[in-house]
């Protein structure tokens, strides 16, 4: 496997904007499958939400759509399957998303076990900061508690967010790029980490920035949960470009167009 796989290629800052036009010509190209896909999620956080504000828990909000990015990578291998087949001139729909799951390579579930584990130190951590920050108090799901509580809830969201941000920087360093590489079985798990640790390490300041813009833009969709639909399907295939633009099929393959 390893002999096919080519050294990863150097991205700059346009092709960030590049990712985003090719993700936003994707979505356009397959919008029904993508906002069906999407909208699984969309109704999995609005369930989330619900429960969080009859729980008087909101400021718990930010901490969950920040963990949601901690299992986003492996979330998106349904839109790399439906990228993959529009690009191969099959058929696209939302079961082939789906079913991108069931043809999963065991590699694949290992990264999503890593993300799982992740999730989980991050969300014990931010429940316990939030018992020492705010205690009992109950904060329903609405504007009020911003102001009413603004400093202790302030506090609380400014020390969580230092404290997910390095577990969400780990899991994007091993995962940005393992994910679509394991899941078309160009390599295998520790082949795909270690490639994906080299590319990200290799273009900190780009990665670091284009990681930026995935949380922010996801982030605040999950906040305002319908512009989920549209934002995860575009991001989702603006990673798979520069996935491509990374570690291109062949020598002297083209950029896919858009």
């Not at 759509?65 to 990228?83: C, D, I």
């Not at 790029?177 to 270690?194: H, K, N, T």
């Not at 934002?231 to 798979?240: E, H, I, K, N, Q």
Request: net charge neutral; hydrophobic share 55%.
């Amino acid at each position: 496997m390893a002999d096919r796989l080519p050294p990863p290629q150097q991205i700059r800052f346009d092709d960030i904007a590049q990712a985003l036009r090719f993700g936003r010509a994707r979505f356009l190209a397959m919008p029904r499958c993508s906002v069906a896909y999407a909208g699984v999620f969309m109704v999995l956080g609005l369930a989330l939400l619900l429960a969080i504000g009859v729980l008087g828990l909101s400021p718990l909000v930010l901490p969950f759509a920040g963990g949601f990015m901690l299992m986003g990578p492996v979330l998106l291998a349904g839109y790399f399957e439906l990228a993959l087949r529009y690009e191969q001139g099959l058929k696209v729909s939302p079961a082939e998303a789906f079913r991108a799951f069931s043809r999963a390579p065991t590699g694949l579930w290992m990264v999503a076990l890593i993300c799982a584990f992740l999730f989980l130190i991050w969300i014990t951590d931010a429940g316990v900061l939030y018992s020492f920050t705010l205690g009992g108090g109950h904060f329903g799901y609405e504007l009020s508690w911003l102001s009413e509580f603004g400093g202790d809830v302030l506090r609380f969201e400014l020390w969580g967010s230092l404290m997910g941000s390095g577990l969400a920087y780990m899991i994007f360093v091993i995962s940005a790029f393992s994910v679509p590489l394991v899941y078309e079985r160009r390599a295998g798990l520790v082949e795909g980490i270690a490639a994906s640790a080299r590319t990200v390490l290799g273009n900190f300041t780009v990665c670091l920035a284009w990681g930026l813009v995935l949380s922010i833009v996801v982030m605040g969709s999950i906040l305002l949960l319908p512009l989920l639909l549209v934002t995860l399907p575009v991001m989702a295939y603006a990673s798979f470009y520069l996935y491509r633009r990374v570690f291109p099929l062949g020598e002297g393959a083209e950029e896919a167009p858009y």
